[in-house]
């Protein structure tokens, strides 16, 4: 290209074109499985995905770890193959598998070819109905767990993650502990409470089938029915958990680590739940708070003050109030000075309006990138899993550019002012207890209570 072929302007881009999510139809079983199926004809690929209610809020007190045992085990084998044998059956039809449990449910997701879909359908429906929880796999499972917590514990990271929510959470709710359960718990979990734990939880009633892809709906209700249809048993009571704050006054937990060369802070409060009737403008104002990279909090902490690579706030979504949280680490010597930083950004959004441009800025991303989340089967599938388990309106993804663009300055103050609660903020530090706990006094956040990697007092 000639300098005299450049175009001397800059193009004007085009308007937005307008975004439809694809379309899908809902169907319900005799037997009470729902089933939702989207046909998106771009690959012969099917991606189906399992939710049944039986997630990490159902975990019985003491047995908390239940329920992601329950479904990792599903991979484990069932009652005619071992977990090799299955795996391998899998593999010769092309398909992958996942299984997993999160707080609201668990989930087991394949994805297939579409002309080898009614195979391996065949195994997925072998799996929910036949699984085996051989006790060798019980036992190297909760052994994986127990090695997954030493590992937590002995990163910064990972133990301020886990400890946070004990700190925010009333000690009773079962969202104060691991959504994978603590060692005392998964060490008391036996196969014959993960067998009762099925029994209860895995039932049609309390299912639905998520199928998109190369498929059609009479092809997918003829391939549920014929894996699923059979499957008796009613429907589980819905589990609600205990989501109330631990305290309502603000208070300083240093995880003592004295080999942590930096230190990882936590600070938040309990949220609100996804399907609240405010999420647009929580959910905009917290990428104007610390959601994005030019964020406010990440501007401040990284740009400003070179205090850490990064520095990001969310609000965790979930059936019942899930944390918010600022995260971030630092260096052991501005610890006190970056959490005094995440503060005076919480009061300073919550104090006077925002700008246009951040407003623009944030909706304008928000915006953009919500097409290409869902590009494949599986971001698809995920995301009927998210209307499904929150109970969303069904024309939710088809709306979601429009309602986000629509959010204003005021509605982005109103939420800061409703939904960050300076006053009830807890501040949970990882780091050297010598080079922080003193400053952090100094802070005069709140009284400063000191912990081991388990989170027990230390005097």
Partial sequence: MTAASVPSTRPIPGAPRAYHFPRFERRRLENGIELIVAPVHKLPLVTVAVLIDAGAVCDTAGREGTAQLTAKLLLEGTQTSDGAELTERFERLGASVDAAADWDAAAVTLTAMSERLPQAMGILGEMLRTPAFRQREVERLKAERMAELLQLRAEPRGLADELFSRFVYTPDSRFAKPEGGESDAVEAVDREQILAFYETRYLPGGTTVIVTGDITADRAEGLVRETLGSWSGGAPPRVVGDDLPRSRDRAVHIIAKSDAPQSEIRIG???????????????????????????????????????TYGAFSSFEWRRQAGPFTVSTAVRSDVTDAAAREILTEIDRIRAEPIGPDELSLATSYLDGVFPIRFETTASIAAALAVL????????????????????????ILSAAQTYLHPDMLQMVVVGAPDAIRMPLDALGFGPVMTYDTLGKPIA
């Fill in 388 to 411: 499904v388990t929150h109970g969303l309106p069904k024309d939710y993804y088809d709306s979601y550019r429009q309602r986000v663009r629509t959010i204003t300055v005021d509605q």
């Fill in 269 to 307: 409060h309990v949220g609100i739940p996804r399907n609240h009737p405010d999420f647009f403008p929580v959910n905009v104002m917290n990428a104007i708070l610390g959601g994005l990279f030019n964020s406010r909090i990440n501007l401040n902490l990284r740009e400003a003050h070179a205090y």
